[in-house]
């Protein structure tokens, strides 16, 4: 992020007895920014009470799906513009709310590649992984009309959330924090607002954990859009929009939604994501194009395994257990959650053999064009494991039942 990007903001201690998030500080003191965060999650956090007594008396849904307590994403810039306004007066609540197209801030139009067609490739991933274990998800249908009314309206609900979320609260803590540690923070408190919502929709407690795994990594995404776009707010809008039309739009008014499937491809993403902000690597947009290739080359490699895990292994509970038990230790092994330490010779091989570390060794390289030669050998083996995983399903049959 650039300096010029970065706002100036004074910081005063807050005398005693005057409360936290300066409710009773005069207009133009300003207080320290942790403090700005705390009041403004405290303050979203209230103004939607009204929301969920509404959501919860009416009882009826403005989408499938979405309650009326979905109203509250007002709440965000509400509370932003009080907080600004106790700041900064109407100057500050000005800027603030001239943020809201600032797509100027773009230098690089390579980052609308994955602002518009990140979310859109999650679920084309997740469509297919349902087709493969036997769930016939019907045929998207687009009647034009209403999908560009559905549009407008979330770009709107989702500009009301970034400029509080993203404009206020990420500004806020976003130097004092880091970006990797800023985007947990919110990311978590932005799942938490909205499961009164999802419990007014009657959604499983088991959705809702994978819904809110798919949440945090989702700020983890946005966090790192926000910061290469020059902090503006109609990008993270954009990509936050885009990801409700497309739940939304999913067969059938998002009935056929694979909330896991889509929450374990976003968390690999940002998990990705928090490699590259814990080790200081920053994306030059040269570097987009292969980055993309070697996740589709990995969401494609691991896909293809996990298909064939399902078609093996017909107890879920039995499916769940083998691919977290594998998993997790291959991480350790393969560069993923460390990364340049010798391993003993043994471990070290296991990590050859599997396309994680190989996916890992991918990116770094992508990543890093000018100390790493292209990743060739990596590549094919990822690319041999697609191959053999595919020819076993094909042997198989191609085709199996869903898991149970």
């Not at 509404?54 to 709440?75: E, F, H, S």
């Not at 503006?232 to 885009?242: Q, Y």
């Not at 030669?373 to 039942?401: C, E, H, S, Y």
Request: with cysteine.
């Amino acid at each position: 992020m650039k300096a010029k990007d970065v706002m100036s903001v004074p910081v005063v201690s807050v005398p005693s007895g005057v409360t936290a998030g300066g409710f009773l500080l005069p207009v133009g003191v300003k207080e320290p920014r942790v403090v700005r965060s705390v009041a403004f999650f405290a303050l979203v956090f209230l103004l939607t009470v009204p929301f969920l007594v509404l959501g919860t008396v009416a009882g009826t849904q403005i989408l499938p799906g979405l309650p009326l307590t979905a109203l509250a994403a007002v709440c965000p810039v509400a509370a932003a513009v009080i907080l600004e306004y106790r700041r900064g007066g109407g100057a500050g609540v000005g800027a603030l709310l001239r943020r809201s197209f600032d797509f100027h801030r773009i230098e690089h139009r390579g980052w609308y590649v994955p602002i518009l067609l990140l979310y859109p490739a999650v679920l084309v991933a997740s469509f297919i992984r349902l087709r493969l274990i036997g769930i016939e998800v019907p045929v998207l249908r687009i009647a034009l009309v209403p999908v560009l009314a559905m549009a407008a309206a979330f770009f709107m609900s989702a500009l009301c959330e970034e400029l509080g979320w993203s404009a206020y609260a990420v500004d806020a803590l976003r130097e004092r924090c880091g970006a990797l540690r800023t985007a947990l923070i919110v990311g978590v408190v932005w799942a938490v607002w909205h499961w009164p919502a999802l419990l007014q929709a009657h959604r499983a407690l088991s959705w809702i954990a994978w819904w809110s795994l798919a949440t945090v990594a989702a700020r983890v995404i946005m966090v790192l859009l926000y910061d290469n776009t020059g902090r503006s707010v109609f990008a993270v809008t954009l990509f936050h929009a885009i990801s409700n039309l497309g739940w939304q739009l999913f067969p059938v008014h998002g009935s056929y939604f694979d909330q896991p499937s889509v929450a374990v491809i976003m968390a690999a993403v940002a998990v990705v994501i928090a490699v590259i902000l814990g080790f200081g690597v920053r994306i030059e947009p040269a570097m987009i194009a292969g980055m993309l290739g070697a996740i589709v080359a990995g969401v494609a490699c691991f896909t293809v395994l996990g298909a064939l895990v399902v078609a093996f292994v017909r107890k879920q509970q039995t499916v769940g257990a083998l691919t977290l038990g594998t998993f997790l230790p291959l991480a350790f092994v393969s560069d993923v959650f460390v990364m340049g330490g010798e391993l003993p010779g043994v471990l070290s091989t296991i990590g050859d053999l599997f396309p994680l570390k190989h996916l890992s060794h991918t990116l770094l390289a992508v990543l890093d064009p000018v100390g790493r030669p292209w990743p060739w050998a990596d590549l094919a083996v990822i690319a041999a494991w697609t191959l053999a995983a595919a020819a076993v399903l094909v042997l198989k049959g191609g085709r199996w039942t869903a898991v149970r």
